[in-house]
T-cell receptor, first 111, second 113 residues
Framework: SQELEQSPQSLIVQEGKNLTINCTSS?????LYWYKQKYGEGLIFLMM?????EEKSHEKITAKLDEKKQQSSLHITASQPSHAGIYLC???????????FGQGTRLTINP | NAGVTQTPKFRVLKTGQSMTLLCAQD?????MYWYRQDPGMGLRLIHY???????AKGEVPDGYNVSRLKKQNFLLGLESAAPSQTSVYFC????????????FGSGTRLTVV
């Protein structure tokens, strides 16, 4: 079974629209990482959250970690074609410095 | 500054053949990891290492072996390749306790026929 559940698994939005991707765990998250992957390429680090209630932003992407440190959301404002790709959440659920990942969310931006 | 380098980038194997994937990092990271990525499955941890000379099993270790003889290198071996091992393999490295993310290689696409 997957320790991290991402939803949705696939998302198609029109350019300019906002969107949210969720990442949920049944265990406490010691560190929550968001990565972006363009099709057929490697992972690009976006953000890392550690503290309950923490929120970080980079350009038009905002990520939050809930107070209980069991759920994170990634929000994109005014989506652009450059946002298309696969978004992956990864987390250290044991404090053991090894990441487990969700299934990924495939984001398509329609012009 | 190369970061994490994986070789080869592509490989086609016949069932039963063996091969070794090489991961090299130049950031003096203690931790190194091997993941595989399959459609709809995200990344799954195969093996990892917390330092030179150490290795540990991840989520899906069967059919793979690893070695970390030098701090900068982490090798992933397939002794007898199977079609189920067709996947994209990613190597990553990190410092212990450093909260700025793990560094990933660009991946190796392996096809077993």
């Amino acid at each position: 079974s997957q320790e991290l559940e991402q939803s949705p698994q696939s998302l198609i939005v029109q350019e300019g629209k906002n969107l949210t991707i969720n990442c949920t765990s049944s265990k406490t998250l010691y560190g929550l990482y968001w990565y972006k992957q363009k099709y057929g390429e490697g992972l690009i680090f976006l953000m890392m959250l550690q503290k309950g209630g923490e929120e970080k932003s980079h350009e038009k992407i905002t990520a939050k970690l809930d107070e209980k440190k069991q759920q994170s959301s990634l929000h994109i404002t005014a989506s652009q074609p450059s946002h298309a790709g696969i978004y992956l959440c990864g987390a250290d659920t044991q404090g053991a410095q090894k990441l487990v990942f969700g299934q990924g969310t495939r984001l398509t931006i329609n012009p | 500054n190369a970061g994490v380098t994986q070789t080869p980038k592509f490989r086609v194997l016949k069932t039963g053949q063996s091969m070794t994937l090489l991961c090299a990092q130049d950031m003096n990271h203690e931790y190194m990891y091997w993941y595989r990525q399959d459609p709809g499955m995200g990344l799954r941890l195969i093996h990892y290492s917390v330092g030179e000379g150490t290795t540990a099993k991840g989520e899906v270790p069967d059919g793979y072996n690893v070695s970390r003889l030098k701090k900068q290198n982490f090798l992933l071996g397939l002794e007898s390749a199977a079609p189920s091992q067709t996947s994209v393999y990613f190597c990553a490295s990190s410092y212990w306790g450093k909260a700025d993310g793990y560094t990933f290689g660009s991946g190796t696409r392996l096809t077993v026929v």
